[in-house]
Antibody, heavy 122, light 108 residues
Framework: QVQLQESGPGLVKPSQTLSLTCTVSGGSISSGSYYWSWIRQPAGKGLEWIGRIYTSGSTNYNPSLKSRVTISVDTSKNQFSLKLSSVTAADTAVYYCARVADDYGDYYFDYWGQGTLVTVSS | SSELTQDPAVSVALGQTVRITCQGD??????ASWYQQKPGQAPVLVIY???NRPSGIPDRFSGSSSGNTASLTITGAQAEDEADYYCNSRDSSGNLWVFGGGTKLTVL
C-alpha cells in the first residue's frame, strides 16, 4: 500500500520561499509510469492543482503559479519536493501531495497525503 | 474561474439517487475523475476513467459522460455520502490538469 506524507514548515513569512517535501513509502517513486503531483486548498475553498513531475524528472506547472513554482524529485530518498517563491497570504492553504496514475490517457490521483497546513504570515 | 464547472451545492433525500455534474470543453475528449472530500480529510478517489471504481468504493457510485458533461451518480445515497465532490480532468490545452470548483452534497 503506497503512502505519502508531506513535511515542512507550517509558517512562512511573506516574500519568502515555501518548501515542502513528500515522502513516499510502500513503493519506489521511480518504478512504474506515474506522475507525482502537488495540490493545494485554501480554507473553505476548492482544490487547486499546482504541478507535477514524472519519474523521468520532467515537470509541468499550473500557468497561474508557473513563475514561482519548482517541483523536483530525489529518487535516492523516495521523495519529491515543492518550492513556491515570493509567497503572500494568498498562498496560505493545506498542501497535498499525490500520486497520479494513467488509464489510457485519462489521469487520476489515486493516493494522497494527509495534507499539511502552511500559513503565510509575518 | 475553473475550466471545469460544477454546481456549488446539491441535496438528496436519504436513499434516493443524485447526479453531480461537471462541465468543460476538455470533457469532450477526456474522462473526468471524481474525488470525495469530507471535512478535515484528504480527498479520496471514487471514480476514474470511463466508469471505474477503486477497491473499497461502494458500487452505488458510478460515472458517465456525454458531450462536454461528466456525471457522478450516487444510487441510493447514504448519510455517509455527505461530502464535497470534485471532478478533475485536463485543461483546455489538453496538456495540464484542472479541478472543478466542487459540489457540496447534502443528504437530507
Amino acid at each position: 500500500q503506497v503512502q505519502l506524507q508531506e513535511s515542512g514548515p507550517g509558517l512562512v513569512k511573506p516574500s519568502q520561499t515555501l518548501s515542502l517535501t513528500c515522502t513516499v513509502s510502500g513503493g519506489s517513486i521511480s518504478s512504474g509510469s506515474y506522475y507525482w503531483s502537488w495540490i493545494r486548498q485554501p480554507a473553505g475553498k476548492g482544490l487547486e492543482w499546482i504541478g507535477r513531475i514524472y519519474t523521468s524528472g520532467s515537470t509541468n506547472y499550473n500557468p497561474s503559479l508557473k513563475s514561482r513554482v519548482t517541483i523536483s524529485v530525489d529518487t535516492s530518498k523516495n521523495q519529491f519536493s515543492l518550492k513556491l517563491s515570493s509567497v503572500t497570504a494568498a498562498d496560505t492553504a493545506v498542501y497535498y501531495c499525490a500520486r497520479v496514475a494513467d488509464d489510457y490517457g485519462d489521469y487520476y490521483f489515486d493516493y494522497w497525503g494527509q495534507g499539511t497546513l502552511v500559513t503565510v504570515s509575518s | 474561474s475553473s475550466e471545469l464547472t460544477q454546481d456549488p451545492a446539491v441535496s438528496v433525500a436519504l436513499g434516493q439517487t443524485v447526479r453531480i455534474t461537471c462541465q468543460g470543453d476538455s470533457l469532450r475528449s477526456y474522462y473526468a475523475s471524481w474525488y470525495q472530500q469530507k471535512p478535515g480529510q484528504a480527498p479520496v478517489l471514487v471514480i476514474y476513467g470511463k466508469n471505474n471504481r477503486p477497491s473499497g468504493i461502494p458500487d452505488r457510485f458510478s460515472g458517465s459522460s456525454s458531450g462536454n458533461t461528466a456525471s457522478l451518480t450516487i444510487t441510493g445515497a447514504q448519510a455517509e455520502d455527505e461530502a464535497d465532490y470534485y471532478c478533475n480532468s485536463r485543461d483546455s490545452s489538453g496538456n495540464l490538469w484542472v479541478f472543478g470548483g466542487g459540489t457540496k452534497l447534502t443528504v437530507l
